[in-house]
């Protein structure tokens, strides 16, 4: 089982294999960033991420999870988004101003050579948690190709003042070094 794996605790853990099994994955893992391109997504296992996170039992360190379909756009990821979003304790953004984009960083592949490296890269979403044990905020977007979890390391006031006032800086640095970081 993958529990066993010393892999799953280290900070950033990335697969693009389309057989990945998120069933085990996900309870199992331990970092604080997961990267995954696969073609199926076992929806109680992300539900119950999603849970265990809000409580604060497990995931304290979590900072961002994405699980992507990239591959097998005849299937989607996320059968119904909908539902998976209502098995969960969410709250909404006010629908009258722009939802905070949260971004992180994604592993980028050539098609042209064997090269990997780190981008920027973003998700919006009108829906997020708050963690019940220190009141941090999460946004979580859910739509049928993907599954995106970003950690805001700040309560849900001092996220609502920063965005009242226009200084919610999130988006990584701009030089192109820091952006394009070989593996």
């Known amino acids: 089982m993958l529990k066993k ?9 990335l697969a693009g294999i389309s057989g990945v099994d998120t069933e085990l994955l996900l309870p199992s893992f ?6 995954v391109e696969t073609s199926s997504l076992h929806e109680p296992s992300a539900v119950d ?3 265990t996170w809000k409580s604060g039992d497990r995931y304290q360190q979590l900072e961002s999870v994405q699980i992507f379909n990239r591959y097998f756009q005849w299937r ?3 059968v119904d988004p909908i539902r998976l979003l209502e098995q969960v304790d969410l709250k909404r953004f006010d629908n009258s101003k722009e939802s905070p984009k949260f971004h992180y960083w994604k592993i980028h592949y050539s ?5 990997h490296w780190w981008k920027s890269d973003q998700f919006s979403s009108e829906f997020y948690m708050v963690r019940d044990t220190d009141g941090v905020v999460a946004s ?5 190709y993907s599954f995106n979890f970003g950690v805001w390391k700040m309560t849900e006031t001092e996220l609502f003042d920063r965005m009242s006032n226009g200084t919610l800086e999130v988006q990584p640095p701009k030089k192109w070094s820091s952006i394009y970081k070989p593996l």
């Open 5 to 13: 794996f010393v892999f799953l605790r280290d900070t950033i853990f």
């Open 30 to 35: 331990q970092g604080s960033k997961l990267y």
């Open 49 to 51: 991420l999603l849970r």
């Open 76 to 78: 989607p990821l996320v």
């Open 111 to 115: 098609t042209t050579s064997c090269h």
């Open 140 to 144: 979580i977007s859910v739509t049928p």
